[in-house]
């Protein structure tokens, strides 16, 4: 993985972003929100922030086997 | 030192230089390299190996050179390692043949390669057990490395260059040059990288014509057409890294880190053609200096005509070294033999070579068919090869003084097997190429395992054509040059000769590692059959050359011993860089001062000007104090904080993060981040905040500022700035999002300057002027006023970091030296962090030493806060049984029993009678109002008793303190000078 | 003709060398799987194959097996960068890796292989005077455990080791370092051999190319494991898989506080020993590196995580260049010096940093992982502490806050206070 | 530094002489944005009379460069849909013209990637965050102003040993 495509600013270096963590899939409960993963090789939901660009926070869902991003959504806008 | 003869080449010119080679003298011409002109003037060895010190001559001209490294310079300001043929020569360059002792010639330590085998792989896991290995390491420390480490600073800045192009090619041999013309016509954007000084690979050397002209010149016509069509060409640069549209290529003119540049390439497409790497053969002694592979000789002869007046013996297993004899014979070179594996009817396949073997003969080269090489023979240098008949065994002996091996070639493909790419074995030329490449990436030439020049330019312009059309350019019909260059191959796979057993352990493989044939043996033998595994145990390929000549022979020298096929031994997998590179070419400019940014306060001037000690604190620049108030810091910050209790003084908390939090909902999106409500903050008022990590801990604290009913300024820490930042945003934008709350990050749009001390309201007064001084003296605590100084705005907030008359002065930073001198000119003196140190721990205020990650609002005495239910981020998970335990540890202030003793921050607090730590000093001063040291600590609840006795351990510093636990409030607990 | 390996010794390499070939014999034997184990150890890296070892030498249990899906020692006992060392800021952890320090001591000869278990110390630089209390409060805590461990000044430094030239000038000048001396490194691939070899000896089968694939249960108790090659009874399973940890909570259907993340390390061309010890400093502004120099004389370098969950086990050309660009600001002299390889392994990176060992989710079912950055160092520890639960079903007093249930009791190992992150640069 | 490059730093620390304001919306994007004067494609850069100009550089983000205070009732329509701060002083210009001025920033961003089919772009150049402008002669650098002396600094180490190697 070498570049990722921010939905605003197009594609743009992979050192421009911070990954956060894994979404909270093993349960909506605090803890199990704050410290528990459903690990899968090939399929992972995470938030992401264009930290060094426009900041906006991302939710990228990608294959951690081979790092192709598989969808990319831009946080912060209720449809 | 001999008068050297002038020698023709295609890199000479006539001009001839001077340069020292291990303290002698020595000439060359302009365009040698060290390994050429050292070569021509009958130096043939170049070094010595790393395990066994064997006496080592030069193997390839290119980066997989595993023999002939030097040390360039003279200490300590020396480059260790660097490749003799690719090191381009200057006038009174300065070199030194490594890893000897006390000369090359005569080395103490290569007596090892008598115990040869006995130190074979695996010695060091068998021994060296009792007592312990440290016993010996250093002894063979002393052995260790290769060239001499670096003394002095070589870390100037290299340049970093972002390139953009479609398709980026890889190589500047026939295949590259075709397929960046075949881009380049489609419109596409093409940028051609060449290790070398000069394109054409090996169109240099090789007897070949395309679209009916010389190749030379071929060469230059498409180097002409490739500029007209905008084709940027880098000379001196590899590609070393990266995949998946972003590539790094490395520019090391002349083969010498010092005039490197790095290229940051974002490509579409990328094309390998960074051709093969000829491979040597495995037989007995095909280490000594003179032994060398057959490509170099073409090279050295061509280029630098270094091989005049030589007597060579070729050894190969294919076509190519009828063709290369026959150049070398025309160059003058006395070519003694060919020998080759093959039967004899394999030549009479193509017409070419049917002709040199009989001009060859004519010649009176002896040529010998299914003949090998089984050992050479010499000790510091090849005096002649013992020769074997495959079918008869017949063996006889032949004189030469340089033996040309050559076992076929290896494709260069470490960069097709990043990111996907598999490896895939051709068993009739012996080549592993890279298969089933993503998309955008293509291999062709000698890369992709074409070695014949027809053949390889068609296809190198249909994968190009393919390629950019993949990439959406379009192409009308391209036509691919027709060539006709050396036939092809026709090599049969040949990787030993015969020998016994004992021998093996002098065949070798990896010649920089001084793996052999014994040690392959030997690896299997311990179980370590894997390729992966062989490789680790052997150390095969680990070298500065990667193993490039090494890899495939091992892997079909394994094949032999299982019993397998060469593809399913495998080659362990190859590591980017594909090609060594400086760490400064990696650090490019993040060196020096510039390793990171400096952020700066409006300030930062005049604290330089008025004796400021600017300290790092992350990436800012603060005063940790003022010479003018004393010699060091802790003289001068104890002057610093007595003063502000006395009269007053300022502080720069510029670096303070603010961000400004905007809109309806801004209330209540606030009070979803802070463990106490910001929606019932009234519009003119402040209030003391903290906030807390998902898992409870307190994360940070600050103050928040109500502007208007939908608008407040949240301050945080300064350390903490741009992750309360990010926090805050990720929030807005997960949890908050399209609700009417946005965030702006206004840290930089805010000097602070915090003024304190009784003397504090007036001067303010007198500095902001008559419009000013009811608004300021109407101010209670955690008031604020808004308005302008000096055509900036202002806010007038009345807080303390200091527990004294406090007002912070947040200022636009156009005003800010303004404001702040005009507050010296009405005698205010500043202050340092240190001081605010002081003055914070006098009041038992937090700072990282407290809100360290660890600590819950209970822990740090917010209980009561917690209690107001607020339902904040992180509240959920603090009712976790651990965090109410007795050993818990909650904040506490300290002081020694004594009333003098000092203790430090760091040290372990227990109690008399014990060791076991109860806690620690988080903070630690001396306090000029109490005229003793204070400090906080955190202690097991158990414990965190007024009055109770602990001690303050501190082995470390060789401290030792009796101290008695106190409120956390040391100064002025009741609060009367803040309310002043 | 004996199969077994034969002891190792300097005689026995002149024996060896007087015999010929067939003297020396395979580390550890390809023995058939069988159908039924007392143990099945999942990952034959150096957590599985020392716990191996530990069941066999300790706990007398006869049948055991090591699965592993690829190679002995293939994982991330042979891709860190070879530092050990025991000075964590927890009592749970320091006494933990204390163990582990001490054991490294006398490993060697234990296994009769030579882990080359080097003291050479282990440096951790302060770039800032706010970082000593710190740094003071770890050593404190060390000292007062019984475990070595000194605060040099930068006037003390620079006696001790002036090769990093302490005054020079910096974006961030050193202000202090807390000194390990017992730390060092060990040879990372003789540790599994080491054990393998060992662990053979004493009958356990160490299975290669065997892929696991799913447990058997039957009323709440593990029955075995599937495997590629078919179906293996077990009356106990221990999971030992580093960064395939998450997918094995997966399996079992539950959720682990555990990410996977890529940790890389590089090593340059072999130059003459200067370094002599392991330095260690972090950056303001996301940077962090560690280096040491091998007894081959590359020097080893390491730092942060790549950042982001990852299987690939191919580095990011910017981290490499983030670690480099701290090497070279430790140590100038080294700009012209070469990087020759860089790679990465997959780490199971924990919520608190810390490791876990534990029961799963079924009264025979044991978990040992999570080990961050730490697990290379630990291992002689891990896999004596995880046979005693494992063989005796309870853990020693030594892992007891391993326990997964930490996460919900707050008892966290949290050392830097990072929280419930496995990456925050 | 090249004589061909020109280097200002004026703008952003003159008092008055510019306001700069950044605007954000609660959500994006939204229909009525061009209504109230702002640009709705990422990366746009509109240039009003006067010299004003505004900045579409981050998701419902905009940076209005305006030569005075921006009027009331730009501000107060903005509480309907989101929200008006000003940052006067938190952006310092930095003015790039001349032909140095693209390789310069070459040596920090593949700058046509990052201005592709825009006029502005948020991006980190050489370590600073900055807003990166395309203008029509050159480019304008909206950088942090604690990192500006930084900014300068890298500048002026390219005008010594410039990327210019080839």
Request: aromatic share 8%.
């Amino acid at each position: 993985m070498t570049v990722l495509s921010c939905p605003f600013c197009g594609v743009r270096e992979l050192s421009e972003f911070e990954f956060h963590k894994t979404l909270p899939n093993a349960g909506d409960d605090p803890l199990s929100a704050t410290y528990f993963r459903i690990n899968r090789v090939d399929d992972s939901q995470e938030y992401w922030q264009h930290v060094r660009g426009c900041r906006a926070w991302l939710q990228v869902r990608r294959n951690p086997s081979t790092g192709q991003v598989l969808e990319m959504i831009l946080l912060g806008t209720r449809t | 030192m001999k008068a050297a003869i002038k020698r023709v080449g295609t890199r000479l010119s006539d001009k001839t230089i001077q340069f020292f080679f291990d303290g002698r003298v020595y000439q060359a011409q302009v365009g040698d390299t060290a390994a050429s002109a050292l070569l021509a003037q009958g130096v043939n060895a170049l070094g010595r190996s790393i395990k066994y010190r064997r006496l080592r001559g030069l193997l390839a001209v290119g980066p997989e050179e595993p023999n002939a490294l030097l040390t360039v310079g003279l200490s300590p300001m020396v480059i260790p390692n660097v490749s003799a043929p690719q090191l381009q020569l200057r006038e009174g360059l300065v070199l030194k043949s490594q890893n000897r002792w006390p000369s090359l010639r005569w080395d103490v330590a290569s007596l090892l390669q008598l115990g040869g085998g006995f130190f074979g792989a695996g010695f060091y896991y068998k021994t060296f057990m009792w007592p312990s290995w440290r016993t010996y390491e250093p002894l063979i420390r002393r052995l260790a490395g290769l060239g001499e480490a670096p003394g002095a600073s070589d870390a100037t800045a290299v340049s970093v260059e972002y390139l953009r192009c479609d398709v980026l090619v890889a190589g500047g041999g026939a295949a590259g040059l075709t397929a960046a013309l075949v881009a380049a016509q489609s419109g596409a954007r093409v940028l051609l990288v060449e290790r070398e000084p000069v394109i054409g690979g090996e169109l240099e050397f090789e007897s070949a014509v395309i679209d009916g002209q010389p190749a030379a010149t071929w060469v230059a016509t498409t180097q002409k057409t490739l500029e007209s069509l905008g084709v940027r060409t880098l000379t001196d640069t590899t590609l070393v890294g990266g995949s998946e549209g972003v590539y790094i290529a490395h520019r090391e003119p002349g083969g010498l880190a010092g005039h490197n540049g790095v290229f940051r390439i974002r490509s579409g497409g990328l094309v390998i053609a960074m051709g093969a790497i000829e491979r040597p053969i495995a037989f007995v002694d095909n280490d000594i200096p003179g032994v060398m592979l057959l490509g170099a000789a073409e090279r050295l002869s061509r280029r630098y005509g270094a091989l005049t007046g030589r007597r060579p013996v070729i050894f190969a297993n294919h076509q190519r070294a009828y063709a290369a004899a026959a150049r070398l014979v025309k160059a003058g070179v006395a070519v003694q033999a060919v020998i080759d594996t093959r039967p004899a009817t394999v030549l009479e396949q193509d017409a070419t070579t049917v002709r040199h073997y009989a001009s060859l003969k004519a010649s009176g080269v002896l040529c010998l068919s299914q003949s090998v090489v089984v050992a050479a023979k010499g000790r510091r240098a090849v005096t002649g090869v013992v020769i074997k008949h495959l079918v008869s065994g017949q063996a006889k002996r032949l004189p030469c003084d340089l033996l040309l091996t050559s076992g076929g070639w290896s494709p260069a493909m470490h960069a097709g097997l990043q990111g996907g790419g598999v490896r895939h074995y051709a068993a009739d030329s012996g080549a592993f190429t890279a298969a089933q490449q993503p998309t955008g990436r293509v291999t062709v030439g000698a890369s992709s395992g074409c070695f014949e020049l027809a053949s390889l330019l068609t296809e190198a312009a249909r994968i190009a054509a393919a390629l950019v059309s993949d990439l959406g350019f379009k192409l009308d019909s391209p036509r691919p040059p027709m060539g006709l260059g050396d036939p092809a191959p026709q090599l049969m796979p040949y990787w030993r000769s015969p020998c016994t057993q004992a021998l093996e352990k002098r065949q070798f493989i990896d010649f920089q590692n001084d793996v052999t044939v014994a040690d392959l043996r030997a690896s299997l033998a311990e179980g370590f059959i894997d390729i992966e595994h062989v490789k680790r145990y052997t150390t095969l390929g680990v070298g500065t050359d990667q193993g490039r000549t090494s890899n495939v022979l091992a892997a079909a020298i394994l094949a032999e011993f299982k019993g397998e096929s060469i593809e399913s031994v495998g080659l362990s997998r190859p590591r980017p860089p594909y090609h060594p590179m400086t760490m400064r070419a990696m650090a490019g400019w993040r060196v020096g001062a510039a390793l990171r940014i400096s952020k700066r306060t409006p300030l930062h001037d005049w604290h330089v000007a008025h004796g400021g000690v600017l300290d790092p604190m992350g990436l800012w620049m603060r005063p940790r104090f003022y010479l003018s108030n004393g010699v060091d810091a802790a003289t001068a910050a104890v002057a610093e904080a007595r003063r502000v209790r006395t009269t007053g003084g300022m502080v720069d908390g510029s670096t303070l993060g603010k961000i400004e939090v905007v809109g309806a909902e801004a209330g209540l999106f606030l009070d979803s981040m802070y463990l106490t409500k910001a929606s019932t903050i009234k519009v003119g008022r402040s209030k003391y905040m903290v906030n807390l990590r998902e898992d409870g801990m307190v994360l940070d604290d600050g103050i928040v500022l109500r502007l208007a009913p939908d608008r407040f300024i949240a301050t945080t820490s300064s350390g903490h700035a741009e992750h309360m930042l990010s926090h805050f945003e990720h929030y807005r934008d997960v949890d908050w999002a399209g609700r009417a709350v946005t965030l702006t990050d206004v840290t930089d749009a805010w000097s602070v300057i915090a003024v304190a001390g009784p003397c504090s309201r007036s001067v303010i007064q007198k500095v902001l002027g008559s419009d000013w001084h009811a608004r300021v003296a109407a101010l209670t605590h955690m008031d604020f006023a808004r308005g302008e100084f000096a055509g900036a705005p202002l806010t007038v907030l009345r807080a303390s970091f200091s527990g004294e008359l406090a007002y912070e002065l947040h200022i636009g930073p156009s005003a800010a030296l303004a404001l702040w001198e005009a507050l010296s000119a009405q005698g205010l003196e500043p202050y340092g962090i240190d001081a605010l140190d002081i003055l914070r721990v006098e009041k038992g205020y937090l700072v990282s030493s407290e809100l360290n990650g660890e600590t819950t609002p209970d822990d740090l005495n917010m209980g009561s806060l917690v209690q107001l239910g607020n339902p904040c981020v992180g509240r959920a998970l603090l009712n976790r049984p651990a965090f109410s335990e007795s050993t818990r540890a909650r904040l506490v202030g300290v002081r020694a029993l004594d009333g003098r003793s000092s203790f430090l921050a760091g040290a372990q607090l227990t109690d008399p009678s014990s060791t076991r730590p109860l806690g620690y000093i988080t903070s630690s001063v001396f306090s000029p109002t109490l005229n003793e040291w204070i400090g906080l600590a955190l202690v097991a609840r158990a414990q965190a008793i007024e009055e109770a006795t602990l001690v303050a351990r501190d082995p470390l510093r060789g401290q030792e303190t009796l101290i008695r636990v106190t409120a956390t409030v040391h100064v002025d607990p009741s609060g009367e000078r803040i309310k002043s | 003709m004996s199969l077994a390996s034969p002891h190792y010794s300097a005689w026995a390499l002149l024996r060896a060398r007087l015999a010929g070939s067939g003297y020396w014999k395979p580390l550890w034997t390809g023995r058939a799987l069988k159908n039924h184990y007392d143990v099945v150890i999942v990952g034959a890296g150096g957590h599985g194959l020392a716990t191996a070892y530990h069941l066999a030498r300790d706990h007398g249990i006869q049948r055991i097996a090591v699965l592993e899906k690829r190679l002995v020692g293939y994982g991330n006992v042979g891709r860190n960068t070879t530092i050990v060392r025991s000075n964590y800021l927890l009592p749970e952890n320091h006494y933990f890796y204390e163990d582990a320090l001490r054991r490294w001591g006398t490993l060697s000869r234990d296994l009769n292989y030579n882990v080359m278990y080097s003291p050479r110390g282990v440096v951790d630089l302060a770039v800032s005077d706010d970082e000593v209390p710190a740094l003071a409060r770890r050593g404190n805590a060390l000292r007062l455990a019984g475990i070595d461990a000194e605060l040099l000044d930068v006037a003390a430094l620079e006696r001790r080791y002036p090769e990093i030239a302490p005054r020079r000038a910096r974006r961030f000048p050193l202000a202090a370092a807390l000194v390990q001396a017992r730390g060092g490194t060990v040879r990372h691939d003789a540790v599994a051999w080491g054990y393998a070899r060992a662990a053979s000896a004493l009958g356990v089968d160490i299975i290669e190319d065997c892929e696991v694939t799913g447990v058997r249960v039957q009323a709440e108790v593990a029955q075995g494991v599937e495997t590629n090659r078919g179906y293996v009874r077990a009356e106990r399973i221990l999971f030992a898989t580093a960064g395939h940890t998450g997918m094995i909570g997966t399996l079992l259907g539950v959720p682990l506080p555990i990410e996977t993340h890529l940790l890389q390390a590089m090593v340059s061309e072999p130059i003459k020993p200067f370094l002599h010890t392991v330095m260690v400093s972090v950056f303001p502004g996301h940077g962090e590196t560690y280096i040491s120099q091998s007894d081959r004389g590359g020097l080893v370098m390491g730092g942060h995580l790549d950042g982001f969950p990852s299987y690939t086990r191919e580095g990011t050309w910017d981290r490499m260049q983030d670690v480099v660009e701290g090497a070279v600001d430790l140590f100038p002299q080294l700009g012209g010096v070469k990087i020759v390889r860089q790679w990465a392994g997959t780490n199971d990176m924990t919520m608190d940093g810390s490791p876990i060992i534990d029961r799963l989710r079924y009264n025979n079912v044991f978990l040992n992982a999570g080990w961050c950055y730490g697990g290379f160092k630990t291992i002689p520890a891990s896999g004596a502490a995880c046979a005693t639960l494992v063989a005796t079903g309870t853990a020693p007093d030594l892992i007891k806050g391993y326990a997964l249930s930490r996460f919900a009791s707050g008892h966290l190992l949290d050392e830097p206070g990072r929280g419930p992150f496995p990456v925050r640069l | 530094m090249s004589e061909s490059l020109l280097l200002e730093r004026a703008l952003g620390m003159r008092p008055a002489a510019v306001r700069l304001v950044e605007v954000a919306a609660f959500n994006v994007p939204r229909d009525d944005v061009e209504s109230l004067g702002l640009p709705s494609r990422p990366g746009a850069v509109s240039r009003e009379d006067g010299g004003s100009c505004t900045l579409y550089f981050a998701p419902g983000r905009w940076l209005l460069v305006a030569p005075s205070p921006v009027s009331e009732t730009r501000v107060l329509a903005a509480s309907e849909w989101g929200s008006w701060v000003d940052v006067t002083g938190k952006w310092v210009a930095m003015a790039l013209q001349g032909e140095a001025a693209e390789w310069m920033l070459a040596s920090t961003v593949d700058l046509e990637t990052t201005l592709r089919n825009r006029d502005c772009a948020a991006v980190t150049l050489f370590d600073c965050p900055s807003i990166l402008v395309r203008e029509a002669q050159g480019f304008v650098v909206w950088v942090r102003a604690s990192v500006a002396d930084a900014w300068v600094s890298a500048v002026e180490r390219l005008g010594v040993n410039g990327p210019r190697t080839v």
